[in-house]
């Protein structure tokens, strides 16, 4: 796994809309003075400290079948994260969601899930 500085950052503005979401890995920092430790599924991140911050790690594919990894925080899946009025109350990541808008100055990428609920990921 490549480190977090060696990422590319993702031009919001240019980000294709229908960018597809692959693959989510869910992170629960306990603490600051903790690592984040990595889960598979939302449940279990939020099971393993109920008090650690949750975030998600984004594998999305393009429609020109290139590949981007986004990072943040889902509003409806840890309290810490800011409200948006683009979330959905409870609506959590499905795999197969696709970018309907990216809105670089509140720094957030909103989703449609396959069953058109819609999430943000605040982009940390």
Known sequence: MRSRSSRKLVDMQN??????????????????????????????????????????????????????????????????WRDSPNQMPGVVPIIGARVVEADESANEVIFRNPDGTEFVLIVT
């Open 15 to 80: 980000l294709p809309m229908d960018t597809r979401l692959t693959e989510v890995s869910w992170l629960n920092t306990p603490d600051k003075y903790a690592s984040p430790r990595q889960f598979s599924s939302l449940l279990k991140a939020q099971n393993y400290d109920s008090s650690g911050v949750i975030t998600a790690e984004f594998s999305l594919v393009t429609p020109e079948s290139r590949s981007i990894t986004l990072s943040g925080g889902v509003p409806s899946t840890c309290g810490i």
